[in-house]
């Protein structure tokens, strides 16, 4: 059983910052890449940011100057600063981490349940 569970969404004014938490428990062998999307009402999900293993980040250009990524591996934890929040950052923020289960076996993708993030104008 893995799980991933984010902590640090909220609600924050425009111009403001928030720190997102994402960490994974389980059976697991090791985690490749994780990263962060996110999803506004009637919009699809979209890339955030990502980082691997070895801390090779990934930005969307939308974010870019303004969300840090980071990861502690020893915790299994990955991060997401946000700075100078817009109100069209305005979502729920999922986690991801691709996980390898087993050496030597395909990689398996999961998901944490979402945190909102709000930005008032």
């Known amino acids: 059983q893995v799980q991933l569970v984010e902590s640090g969404g909220g609600l924050v004014q425009a111009g403001g910052s928030l720190k997102l938490s994402c960490a994974a428990s389980g059976n697991f062998f090791s985690i490749n890449a994780m990263g962060w999307y996110r999803q506004a009402p009637g919009k699809q999900r979209e890339l955030v940011a990502t980082i691997t293993s070895g801390g090779s980040t990934n930005y969307a250009d939308s974010v870019k100057g303004r969300f840090t990524i980071s990861r502690d591996n020893a915790k299994n934890t990955v991060y997401l600063q946000m700075n100078s929040l817009k109100p069209e950052d305005t979502a729920a923020y999922y986690c991801?981490?691709?996980?390898?289960?087993?050496?030597?076996?395909?990689?398996?993708?999961?998901w944490g349940q979402g945190t909102q993030v709000t930005v008032s104008s």
């Open positions: 991801n981490a691709v996980l390898s289960m087993v050496p030597g076996w395909p990689t398996t993708m999961y």
